[in-house]
Structures are given as C-alpha cells and as structure tokens.
C-alpha cells in the first residue's frame, strides 16, 4: 500500500504512506479507544490553559471546546468512525475535530505531542481503575464482614497444612480476608496518591517554548501537581506497574478464597453452600453443582499476573524518554483492570449469597483432635507439666495416633514388638515407652 498518501498528521515529509504491515503493527486504535473519554477530558483542559495563557485566542478555543463535546458524544452514541490508519485515539479525534471545525483544530495540538498527552490520558484512566478497585474491594469487605457477624461464634476448624489444626470461628476466617483486603485498599490508595501528577506540558521529552500554566491543567484535570520532570514525565509507566503490583497481590488473595470455596463446597467438606445464582451444573451427572466461579476467579488471576510481567519486560530496557515500546502498556492494564474488576465482582456476588453449613463446620471443628493443644495448654496450666511433656502426654492418650497397630522393636509389652518402628515413641498406641 505504498501509493497511500502520507499521514496528514505527521506526514510531512512523507511521500508515500505506510505498507499495510506497518499499518498493523503500528495501530494502537484497536484498543486504546478505551482512552476516548480521558483523551478528551485532557484536550479540553489542555485547550483551555491555551485560551488562559493567550497562546490561543478565545474563538479558536471555544470552537475546540464545543467540537471535542461533539466527537465524545459521537463516541459514547456509537456513530465515531474508528480509523486504523489514524493510528491511535489521540489523532483519530483531532482529524474529526478537524472535520467538525475546520483549522481551529490543527492549533489544539500546539505546546504538547502524544507522548504527554498518552501519559496523561493514561494515568487519568488507571487513576480510575484505582477508584474502582477501592470502590470493588470495599464492597466484597462488607459482604464477608455480613458473613462474619452471622457466624461470629460458628467453631469451625483451622487448617494448617489443610490438615485440621485448632478450632477457631467462620467470624475469624472471614475477618482474616476482611484485613488482606483492607490492605489491597490502601495499596490501591498508594498508588493512586504516587501516580496523580500530571505529565501534561512535557511535550515530547524536552518542555515547549510557550508559555503555558502547568499548574492550571493539573488542577483541572483533578492531579495534585504538574510532575518535576519532563523526560520523567513522558517515559515511564511505573504507575502503570503500581496499579498491576497492587491488583496482582489482591488477586492472589481472592484465588485464595477461591480455592477455599472449592474446597468447602464439595461433598467431602460441605462448609458452604454456594447459590444457584453463582453455581453451575454438569451436562452428564445431574448430582453436580459445580464453584465455577471460584474456579474461574482462581485462573483468571494468572492473566493479571502475565500483565504486570509483560509490562516489566516492555520497560526494562527502554532509555529515556518515550520509545513506541510503550504502546504496549495498555493492553495489559486494560485486561488486568477488567479481569480484576470481574473477578471482585463475582467474589462480591458469591460471598453475599453463599450460607454457610454450621452443623457441618461444628462437626469438622468436634473431629480431628483440634482440642489437643488446648488440652496440653491444660496439663500446663492446671498440672504444672512442662509444655513438651504435656504435649507429650496429650499425644499418647487414645485415638489420637494412627491407628495401626504398634511396630516398636524395643517395647516387650507390646504384642506387636518386633515390628520396626522409627518412631516407637510417637506411637501413641503402644504404652510402653522404648
Ligand atoms: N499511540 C501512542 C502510544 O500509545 C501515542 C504516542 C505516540 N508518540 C509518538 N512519538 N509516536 O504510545
């Protein structure tokens, strides 16, 4: 396709236009459409600093201003005619501005370029990932702080090494989620206080030669300050690695929960019922109510991980400032933001309507032994024994073994001496002791 005319944009010396290839790989419209909304918000408040300032004159400005209202109207209305070969978000809605008002539009662009106009529009649109994460995770605090005050004194086991531990309550357990989420919450506010500078008037790496107000744009785009340095400004995404950081350490906490919910809902545990409403069936066994949400929630998050990964590998060898490398970023957070937000979502949704079984988590709590260290702590307290030989004493007493019979080598009073045991002492079953 090389008979194409140049770029209107930037094709000015230019004599032909791109290969179809180069079209391909080069198009970054495909998805950073998702960008529209934040594209706009910056031309406008970049548009007005130009009217403030006097680099622009009012009429121009107000032409601009009315024009971008437009093309985002035609944008959320669905009737924007999305162009590959106009690359990106940024130059699709300048040439429609352009087609709206005429040569006003080609002064919009003065005093910035797209590097700081893709920095600013993006950290506006994963400033808001941030609020929606917060907004998510708040949420699914409640439903699991409902599910606690409900089961605040339900006994249930504690498993370390999913083995049955010590007694504690469902009140417990769902608070512990309660505190890991509490924590993402303020990762998320982290990152969002560090990322709310704003890029814009760094122009490509350098600043510009006019003189615009730096400060009137951060503030009407809601950032607490300009950022101190331009090549900083436009050539790293780190705030793109927080957002992916924080959602990453969130999502291993809901796969957590995830796979505790499998756990607990099948027929051997029966901990929890899920609903019908987040629960599916099996074509073939009609027995079957199957987590698939959990299960999904789980495998999901590998996807948000690969994010944070990807981008890392995208930066890591970029010198300063802006590399076309950087197109790459938006891919990742958008699927990681979307996938994050879902899988709140559906945790928010199955927590609220899953009941837990308190006979069922009453009974596992009665077996397993969970008392046993209370009953060493007994021995302690009440007998004064050391805690190792209470511990001791508590092992040896019935049940608590295996159940096999003894295979000490060393104990004559055991029927079953001769029997080579390693741990003739641990064989709570036997009484003598070697
Ligand atoms: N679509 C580009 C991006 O997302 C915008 C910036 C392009 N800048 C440039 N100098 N080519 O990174």
Redesign the pocket.
């Known amino acids: 396709m090389t008979d194409k005319t140049a770029n209107a944009m930037w094709g000015g010396r230019f004599a032909a236009g791109p290969d179809a290839i180069m079209e391909a790989i080069n198009a970054?419209i495909g998805f950073?459409k998702r960008l529209a909304q934040q594209d706009i918000e910056g031309s406008r408040a970049h548009a007005a600093m130009l009217a403030a300032t006097g680099i622009l004159n009012d009429s121009d400005v107000d032409a601009i201003r009315k024009g971008l209202l437009t093309v985002l109207s035609e944008i959320d209305g669905g009737s924007f005619q999305f162009s590959t070969a106009l690359?990106?978000i940024?130059m699709n809605v300048e040439a429609r501005l352009k087609e709206l008002i005429g040569d006003a539009a080609g002064r919009l662009h003065t005093a910035r370029s797209?590097?700081d106009q893709?920095a600013t529009d993006f950290r506006l649109w994963v400033r808001g990932q941030c609020d929606a994460a917060i907004a998510g995770i708040e949420a699914l605090m409640r439903a699991l702080v409902d599910q606690a005050e409900q089961g605040a004194d339900w006994v249930m086991p504690g498993f370390t090494h999913l083995q049955t531990a010590q007694p504690v309550t469902w009140g417990h357990h769902m608070m512990a989620y309660v505190e890991m989420l509490a924590r993402d919450r303020s990762r998320f506010a982290d990152a969002r206080a560090r990322m709310n500078e704003s890029p814009l008037g760094a122009a490509a790496l350098a600043g510009t030669s006019f003189p615009i107000d730096r400060h009137m744009t951060a503030t009407a785009l809601g950032f607490d300050r300009p950022m101190a340095n331009s090549l900083d400004a436009v050539s790293d995404r780190d705030f793109a690695l927080e957002f992916l950081a924080a959602a990453s350490i969130s999502a291993m906490h809901l796969s957590r929960f995830a796979e505790e919910l499998v756990i607990w809902s099948s027929a051997q545990f029966r901990f929890v019922r899920l609903s019908d409403r987040f629960s599916t069936g099996s074509s073939i066994m009609p027995q079957k109510k199957n987590p698939d949400a959990a299960e999904l929630i789980r495998a999901k998050i590998g996807r948000i991980f690969g994010a944070n990964v990807a981008l890392m590998m995208v930066m890591k060898g970029l010198p300063l400032a802006?590399s076309?490398d950087?197109?790459e970023d938006?891919e990742q957070v958008f699927d990681a933001a979307d996938n994050l937000m879902l899988a709140l979502a559906a945790m928010d949704g199955m927590v609220r309507d899953m009941s837990a079984n308190r006979e069922a988590l009453e009974r596992a709590a009665g077996s397993g032994f969970s008392t046993a260290t209370d009953l060493a702590d007994w021995l302690v307290r009440v007998l004064g024994l050391p805690f190792r030989d209470a511990h001791h004493v508590t092992g040896t007493l019935g049940g608590l073994g295996r159940t096999g019979r003894c295979r000490s080598a060393r104990s004559d009073a055991c029927a079953d001496a001769g029997r080579p045991s390693r741990h003739h002492r641990r064989d709570f079953r036997c009484s003598r002791r070697a």
Do not use: C, G, I, T
């Open positions: 970054s950073d690359e990106d940024h797209r590097n893709v802006y076309k950087m197109q938006k």
